[in-house]
């Protein structure tokens, strides 16, 4: 007597996509920049201390204190980090 192996049907038949090498073509934005259009403030901390933030509004930077009330716009993003912390510059 013949012994009768029954066959699994595969649970994916959709071809994988090639393999990229290391250092292949990314996914997504470049060098990380957010979405154009997108509302991002990025924070200034000294140690663990939240000292401000600043983002940016069209050509200018806005900086802000750490309860959010605005320190000014600024035409350069080292202006509004001097402007949140005077030592950093």
Do not use: W
């Not at 029954?6 to 990229?20: D, L, V």
């Not at 990025?42 to 940016?56: E, H, N």
């Amino acid at each position: 007597m013949e012994k009768l192996t029954e066959q699994r049907p595969r649970r994916n038949t959709k071809p994988r996509p090639p393999s990229t090498p290391a250092g292949g073509p990314r996914r997504g934005l470049v060098n990380h920049e957010p979405a154009p259009g997108a509302d991002v403030s990025r924070s200034i901390y000294s140690g663990t201390d939240r000292l401000g933030s600043y983002r940016r509004v069209g050509n200018l930077f806005e900086a802000a204190d750490r309860l959010g009330r605005p320190l000014g716009c600024f035409s350069t993003e080292r202006e509004a980090i001097a402007a949140v912390d005077p030592e950093a510059s």
